[in-house]
């Protein structure tokens, strides 16, 4: 008779575990909370899904713990990129790589990834219980163990039409299991259904966790003149000051909102940010908005520049490096009226700005919410689990995706991350049985 596993979750780990263990002979449940499996999937890489990344994966990703993550990466090598893009190919999707290394469905349809994995989990009979809350996790003392889960049905408020959260309890039962693989997602993005019920179930099994925290995300900051800045996009450099040092330096567009900064770039650093700020340090971003100019250069040609341009308009001559809101604000920062000439306004004050534009300093006062982060950031320590993402405090019990404590930059590595945990686990919990 097949081991009986159960998945729970699912999201892009927990489809692929199903795949994984089901191709390895296993019998297959996956239970998932909401009222169908893969909603985050379908949100990613703006609906265009970017699968993964060929580039080198090696410091394309954090965790609290250094020493295990650099033993990730060798785990990581048996589940890689071209592994993942193998996958696809064998349940029908091509696949396009992009100069930066994202691979994408060749339709840049997020939809046909999570159809293609519903289709592979159909054909390799695992069922799929959908609007499946697990209540509890009982491991037993020989091996295996029991879920507790509640069912839910949809109620109809017009026939034939499901309406949104609206569900009733219809059962709760016992499900026995042989091994078990938690795939129950982070926190981010709430409204895919990642709701952290996941880290409450694994600390009743003896794990710890790193605090959760947004990552991939926007940075709140300090300074009303955001308010003028909503809506600007510039091309720039962000540093990451964690106290008076540079910690990450990123660069690419940045988009300035009514409440801070967005983008790219910040979105690489957020990580970093979230954590420092939930240790109650003090936290900076320093822009350049002319990264295209030498600085050094640039000040030494100030006098020369003042005297040819003198009959210009402090906002004309500004506006000419960079957006013109932008120029606004570094001129009422430095006390300049944007009408008077820069002959009036003088080679020092123009000094002042371009220095200004060159490291525009704002106070990061807090990520934004979970439920605008693409991903989170802490979780189950990855010394908690073997190369195989087992337990290593529950036996038979496996942990993957974002419920561990690695999270990637953007660019498909959270995703890969997804891909190369679930699978590693789901083949190890099928065959663990033919290893006793």
């Known amino acids: 008779?097949?081991?009986?596993?159960?998945?729970?979750?699912?999201?892009?780990?927990?489809?692929?575990?199903?795949?994984?263990?089901?191709?390895?002979?296993?019998?297959?449940?996956?239970?998932?909370?909401?009222?169908?499996?893969?909603?985050?999937?379908?949100?990613?890489?703006?609906?265009?899904?970017?699968?993964?990344?060929?580039?080198?994966?090696?410091?394309?990703?954090?965790?609290?713990?250094?020493?295990?993550?650099?033993?990730?990466?060798?785990?990581?090598?048996?589940?890689?990129?071209?592994?993942?893009?193998?996958?696809?190919?064998?349940?029908?999707?091509?696949?396009?790589?992009?100069?930066?290394?994202?691979?994408?469905?060749?339709?840049?349809?997020?939809?046909?990834?999570?159809?293609?994995?519903?289709?592979?989990?159909?054909?390799?009979?695992?069922?799929?219980?959908?609007?499946?809350?697990?209540?509890?996790?009982?491991?037993?003392?020989?091996?295996?163990?029991?879920?507790?889960?509640?069912?839910?049905?949809?109620?109809?408020?017009?026939?034939?039409?499901?309406?949104?959260?609206?569900?009733?309890?219809?059962?709760?039962?016992?499900?026995?299991?042989?091994?078990?693989?938690f795939a129950a997602g982070g926190q981010a993005a709430s409204v895919s259904g990642s709701d952290g019920s996941g880290y409450r179930l694994i600390k009743t099994l003896g794990h710890s966790i790193v605090e959760p925290l947004p990552a991939l995300v926007q940075l709140r900051c300090d300074g009303a003149f955001f308010k003028v800045l909503s809506g600007v996009r510039a091309q720039g450099i962000v540093r990451l000051l964690i106290g008076e040092q540079e910690v990450a330096c990123e660069e690419g567009e940045l988009q300035l909102t009514d409440y801070g900064i967005s983008g790219i770039p910040v979105f690489q650093l957020s990580r970093l940010a979230s954590r420092a700020i939930y240790d109650r340090k003090k936290c900076e971003a320093a822009i350049n908005f002319i990264p295209y100019i030498e600085r050094t250069d640039f000040e030494g040609s100030i006098r020369h520049h003042v005297r040819e341009f003198a009959h210009k308009t402090v906002e004309e001559y500004l506006s000419g490096l960079v957006h013109k809101k932008i120029a606004g604000v570094v001129c009422k920062q430095n006390r300049i009226t944007m009408g008077e000439t820069v002959g009036q306004a003088g080679a020092d004050s123009i000094r002042d700005c371009i220095r200004m534009l060159a490291d525009f300093r704002v106070k990061i006062t807090s990520p934004n919410s979970f439920e605008h982060a693409q991903v989170c950031c802490g979780g189950v320590p990855l010394g908690e689990v073997d190369e195989n993402f087992m337990s290593r405090k529950c036996a038979g019990i496996y942990i993957v995706g974002e419920l561990l404590d690695c999270d990637g930059i953007c660019g498909g590595y959270n995703l890969q991350w997804a891909w190369a945990t679930g699978a590693i686990a789901g083949a190890a919990a099928a065959l663990q049985g033919d290893r006793k």
Do not use: W
């Open 1 to 181: 008779m097949a081991d009986k596993i159960v998945v729970a979750g699912g999201g892009a780990s927990g489809l692929m575990a199903a795949v994984s263990a089901a191709r390895n002979g296993a019998d297959v449940t996956i239970l998932e909370h909401m009222d169908r499996v893969g909603k985050k999937l379908l949100m990613t890489g703006n609906g265009r899904c970017n699968l993964t990344n060929m580039s080198d994966v090696h410091g394309k990703y954090y965790s609290s713990d250094a020493d295990s993550l650099n033993r990730i990466y060798d785990t990581l090598v048996r589940f890689d990129a071209e592994k993942t893009r193998e996958f696809f190919r064998g349940i029908g999707l091509y696949t396009k790589e992009k100069r930066d290394g994202g691979v994408y469905p060749v339709s840049e349809q997020a939809s046909i990834v999570l159809d293609v994995l519903r289709s592979a989990c159909d054909m390799l009979g695992v069922q799929i219980r959908t609007d499946c809350e697990v209540i509890s996790v009982k491991p037993a003392r020989t091996g295996g163990g029991t879920v507790h889960v509640a069912q839910y049905v949809r109620t109809n408020q017009e026939k034939g039409k499901s309406v949104g959260k609206n569900r009733v309890l219809s059962k709760k039962e016992d499900i026995i299991y042989d091994r078990l693989i």
